[in-house]
Every structure is written in C-alpha cells, then in structure tokens.
C-alpha cells in the first residue's frame, strides 16, 4: 500500500490488518463486507488438504454461507 493513501484508504472503511517485519501493510480488510480480505502472502504456499490455511478455511465458509 502506497503511505500516502493509507489514511484515505482507512476513512473509507478499509483496515490494516497486518504487517511485515518492516512495518509495510501486509494484509488488508473491510470489516463490514461478508469476506473481503488482500494480501501479499501467498496461504495456499503452506497449505495441505490435512492442514488447511485459516485464511482459506475461513473463504471456504463464507462462500459457503457459514
């Protein structure tokens, strides 16, 4: 995320939700949407079928209506 527009960004509802060791924005959300969620992380990398990613776990149930 560029600096210079993260306030911006944040007054119009998205929140920064993580942070790389750098302190740069990793991971973003909009809290009041069903699942809408970015990163620049790759879950699926560390993911198995017997150990499923959170992050994936939890796009599976809201696709699901869970």
């Known amino acids: 995320m ?3 527009y993260q306030r911006l ?3 119009g509802g998205l929140r920064v939700s ?3 060791g750098a302190g740069e924005v990793r991971i973003v959300e ?3 949407h ?3 969620v970015a990163t ?3 879950p699926q990398a560390r993911s198995t079928a ?6 994936l776990v ?6 699901l209506g869970a």
């Open 2 to 4: 560029n600096p210079d």
């Open 30 to 32: 909009v809290p009041e």
């Open 34 to 36: 069903p699942f809408f």
């Open 9 to 11: 960004l944040e007054a």
């Open 40 to 42: 620049l992380f790759l």
């Open 58 to 63: 939890g796009y599976a149930a809201a696709v």
């Open 18 to 20: 993580g942070l790389g």
């Open 50 to 55: 017997s150990k499923p990613h959170p992050l």
